[in-house]
């Protein structure tokens, strides 16, 4: 039997990195740190959930719709947050905003779930049995800040990336990458779960040295998220293989089925056909489940 590829993509926020503490927590801290005060991190959650649904309303996929950029829309956001809780001042835009997109692009604001390294690493060096060639990708409704982000946790990130007129950034494509491409919904102009973000990622792969000289059918499509209807839904009618992160995931809705996580390889055995989806409960089972060997010194001290 002729061996199949493996294209695997994951969403970015909630999926592979989380913030270190939540969001208000940090803004809060941030703010009190350069003079301002008056408020609590409860008031700071709440204002910070009006102000995101408000701009997120008014000026759709981070500002992309009606022009913006990414720093305009997250600073809108930043004083909206504020100005209800301190009033209008000039802090908010000399200081305060530059400081928040700084840490929110950075390892300050996030960590990486358990696991990530170590299976992006394992599917390039013990690939899953029956799979020829392999290649990663992050699809994520986000702006540009991902790959910053990425890259300050310690994963190697291709510069290729999915630009409005196509695929951009072809420098930088050659092998030890973690992650082989990133699809943004700012870039691509649409969100998860609009199945167009699933195929820039299709484009991005057939951009892809590893590609060449393969048919498009032998490519297994994996997407692994930790939302239900924009990451799992979004997938399967895209046609690919959606998987559900369970420790990741709000909820699991009755009826998604769960891989044998007992069985090595288990994974891939269960996604019978384009437009399947499980759930898997963490980052080291998936690398199970994929039948990825781990490296033996991995949990050394």
């Given at each position: 039997m002729a061996k199949r590829n493996l294209l695997i993509c994951f969403d970015a926020f909630g999926t592979l990195f989380k913030p270190k503490r939540p969001i208000a927590q940090q803004y809060g801290e941030v703010a009190r740190g350069l003079g301002l005060s008056g408020f609590t991190d409860e008031q700071v959650s709440k204002s910070f959930k009006a102000a995101f649904k408000h701009e997120t309303k008014?000026?759709?996929?981070?500002?992309?719709?009606?022009?913006?950029?990414?720093?305009?829309?997250?600073?809108?956001?930043?004083?909206?947050?504020f100005n209800p809780l301190v009033g209008p001042s000039p802090t908010l835009t000399q200081h305060l905003a530059p400081a928040l997109l700084y840490r929110f692009s950075s390892e300050e604001a996030y960590n990486l779930l358990p696991d990530v390294l170590p299976l992006l690493q394992d599917l390039r060096t013990h690939p899953p049995h029956g799979i020829d060639r392999i290649a990663v990708g992050v699809i994520t409704n986000s702006d540009d800040r991902v790959p910053s982000v990425l890259t300050s946790l310690g994963l190697r990130i291709s510069p290729l990336t999915y630009g409005s007129g196509g695929v951009k950034a072809k420098t930088g494509m050659g092998e030890g990458n973690d992650v082989d491409f990133t699809v943004m919904?700012?870039?691509v102009g649409f969100e998860k779960p609009d199945r167009r973000m699933f195929g820039a990622a299709e484009e991005m792969l057939a951009s892809l040295p590893v590609a060449v000289g393969t048919e498009p059918g032998s490519w297994?499509?994996?997407?692994?998220?930790?939302?239900?209807e924009k990451d799992v839904v979004g997938a399967q009618e895209a046609g690919w293989l959606g998987v559900l992160l369970r420790e990741a995931a709000s909820g699991v809705p009755d009826g998604l089925k769960e891989v044998d996580e007992r069985v090595a390889g288990a994974l891939l055995r269960s996604l019978r056909g384009s437009g399947?989806?499980?759930?898997?409960?963490s980052f080291s089972t998936l690398a199970k489940a994929l039948g990825v060997v781990p490296e033996p010194d991995r949990s050394s001290p």
């Open positions: 008014e000026n759709p996929n981070f500002g992309k719709s009606n022009g913006l950029n990414s720093t305009t829309w997250w600073t809108n956001i930043i004083q909206n947050t919904s700012y870039d297994v499509k994996v997407f692994v998220g930790d939302e239900f399947d989806a499980v759930s898997i409960s």
